[in-house]
């Protein structure tokens, strides 16, 4: 038994597989987003030419103060890891009476692809909320099958085995580690 491919999990087949119509549009999102860069950072990288943080610029204005933005939604707020050290934004085009966008047709990539992963924080009653808890558990049920995968390498590196097999098992469970790695921030050391 040789796992000769790692587990593909990209975000392409996500946004491929990701309902639209589960939106219902009722612009919470729209009143509450966060970046994992600072805004001086979003800054820095507009001025640089980056396209998605232009875009994110183009659309949101940060919230004056966490407070502010602890109003708009405190109970999402408060779902995001290090909330308190991260900058709120809120849409400066969404209409607070409808819940509708005046440039819906026109919005940019980063309205489109609204959640653009499971581990995506959306609001309390999101649409997407049910989906988005089976994505997740797709994928720590991934991890955890490449995790049985590696105990088995590792057992396998415990026999009488070639210098290529060694060498092949090794890889393997470096493989491996780097996947699982990529959702240490999610908790995947603990799935």
Known sequence: MVYNKIMDY???SFL???PQRLCKMCGKCCRLATTADSYQDLLSKADSGDESAKEFL?????YETLEDALKADEITVKNIPDWKNRTFYYCKHINN??????KYEERHTVCRTFPTSPWA???PGCGFEGWLFQEREAHKQKIRKLKE???????KLKTEITKKEKNLYEKLIKQIDARINLYAKYGSKDW
């Open 58 to 62: 183009d659309t949101f204005e940060p």
């Open 97 to 102: 009476d409808s819940n509708l966008c005046p």
């Open 16 to 18: 491929e597989r990701r």
């Open 10 to 12: 990209s975000n392409k």
């Open 149 to 155: 995968e590696q105990i088995y390498y590792k057992a």
């Open 121 to 123: 924080v959306t609001p």
